[in-house]
C-alpha cells in the first residue's frame, strides 16, 4: 500500500527558531509530494510541491526536501513565528492518472514566544 | 474566486436519517474530490470525479454513501441511513490539470450523527 507517515507528536518551538518536519513515505517514490497547512476549524491550504526528481524546493522562509533514499521528506520553516503555529499534512500522489493524492495525519506545529 | 463553498458548515442529525452535504467547486476546475477527516484516520479520500465523471470511489466506507456531480459546478455527498460513526469533518476540494496540481480546500462541513 502507498502509506505516508508524519510524526504524531505536536512540535514545539521558540520563535525564531527554524521548525523541521518529518514525512516518511512507503513502497515506491512518488512522482510528486505536496505539503498543506491546515488551521483549526478551516480546510487545508496548499504550501509547497516537489517532484521526485528534485532535491530542495524553496518558497520564501518554506523549505522542502525530497531524499528518496531514505524514502523521507523534510519540511523546514526558519525564523519561526507564532503565526506559523498550525498543522501541517503532507501528501504523497498515488499511481494512476489524475490528482489522487493520499494524506498524512499531520503533525501539530506551536511557535512559542 | 469565492474558494470552493460547501454547504451546510455544520450539520447535526439523528441516527438513520438521509444526509445531503453539497459542493460548489472553483470555476474551470476539472477535479473535484471529496474527503473525510477524523482524529483518529486523518484525512481520507472518499471519492473523486473528472470532468464530472466519477473516477475512483474505492474509499467510500459503504452502500450508505453516495455522491454525484451533475454538472461542472455542483456535487453531493450523500449518506443515507446515517450512523455515528459517520460523524466527522468532511472536505471538498477541486483542482485543475497541470500546474503545481494542488487541491484547494473548501471550509468542511462538521457532520454530527447522534
Known amino acids: 500500500s502507498q502509506k505516508i507517515e508524519q510524526n504524531s507528536e505536536a512540535l514545539n518551538i521558540q520563535e525564531g527558531k527554524t521548525a523541521t518536519l518529518t514525512c516518511n513515505y512507503t513502497?515506491?517514490?512518488?512522482?510528486?509530494l505536496q505539503w498543506y497547512r491546515q488551521d483549526p476549524g478551516r480546510g487545508p491550504v496548499f504550501l509547497l510541491l516537489i517532484r521526485e526528481n528534485e532535491k530542495e524546493k524553496r518558497k520564501e522562509r518554506l523549505k522542502v526536501t525530497f531524499d528518496t533514499t531514505l524514502k523521507q521528506s523534510l519540511f523546514h520553516i526558519t525564523a519561526s513565528q507564532p503565526a506559523d503555529s498550525a498543522t501541517y499534512l503532507c501528501?504523497?500522489?498515488?499511481?494512476?492518472?489524475?490528482?489522487?493524492?493520499?494524506f498524512g495525519t499531520g503533525t501539530q506545529l506551536k511557535v512559542e514566544l | 474566486d469565492a474558494g470552493v463553498i460547501q454547504s451546510p458548515r455544520h450539520e447535526v442529525t439523528e441516527m438513520g436519517q438521509e444526509v445531503t452535504l453539497r459542493c460548489k467547486p472553483i470555476s474551470g476546475h476539472d477535479y473535484l474530490f471529496w474527503y473525510r477527516q477524523t482524529m483518529m484516520r486523518g484525512l481520507e479520500l472518499l471519492i473523486y470525479?473528472?470532468?464530472?465523471?466519477?473516477?475512483?470511489d474505492s474509499g467510500m466506507p459503504e452502500d450508505r454513501f453516495s455522491a454525484k456531480m451533475p454538472n461542472a459546478s455542483f456535487s453531493t455527498l450523500k449518506i443515507q441511513p446515517s450512523e455515528p460513526r459517520d460523524s466527522a469533518v468532511y472536505f471538498c476540494a477541486s483542482s485543475a490539470v497541470g500546474g503545481s496540481y494542488e487541491q484547494y480546500f473548501g471550509p468542511g462541513t462538521r457532520l454530527t450523527v447522534t
Open positions: 501528501a504523497r500522489k498515488t499511481t494512476g492518472g489524475g490528482n489522487k493524492l493520499t
Open positions: 513502497n515506491y517514490s512518488p512522482a510528486y
Open positions: 470525479f473528472n470532468n464530472n465523471v466519477p473516477i475512483d
